[in-house]
Nanobody, 113 residues
């Protein structure tokens, strides 16, 4: 059974940082691409960042220069380092396993003064 367990969300002030983690079990993590998506209430879920098995990355325009996706294959974990956070970044963030097509449980990120 493939499982994705997310952590690291919380409440931060504008300009602050958070580091999200997604730990994957039950699959050959190393060979699959992973993504981070976000969804705000009443809005579509949207891709924020993606990383391939080889480590190449792509970012949505709204996070370029602020967010960094990375993976540690030895720990079966993908990360999203979120810097210079803005109120419009407030959303539930989900990691996604492309190989199996399943989602993490979601972690709430709230950016507010």
């Amino acid at each position: 059974q493939v499982q994705l367990v997310e952590s690291g969300g919380g409440l931060v002030q504008p300009g602050g940082s958070l580091r999200l983690s997604c730990a994957v079990s039950g699959s050959f993590f190393r060979i699959y691409a992973m993504g981070w998506y976000r969804q705000a209430p009443g809005k579509q879920r949207e891709l924020a960042a993606r990383i391939t098995s080889g480590g190449s990355t792509k970012y949505a325009e709204f996070v370029k220069g602020r967010f960094n996706i990375s993976r540690d294959n030895a720990k079966n974990t993908v990360y999203l380092q979120m810097n210079s956070l803005k109120p419009e970044d407030t959303a539930v963030y989900y990691c996604y396993h492309e190989g199996v097509g399943i989602w993490g449980q979601g972690t709430q990120v709230t950016v507010s003064s």
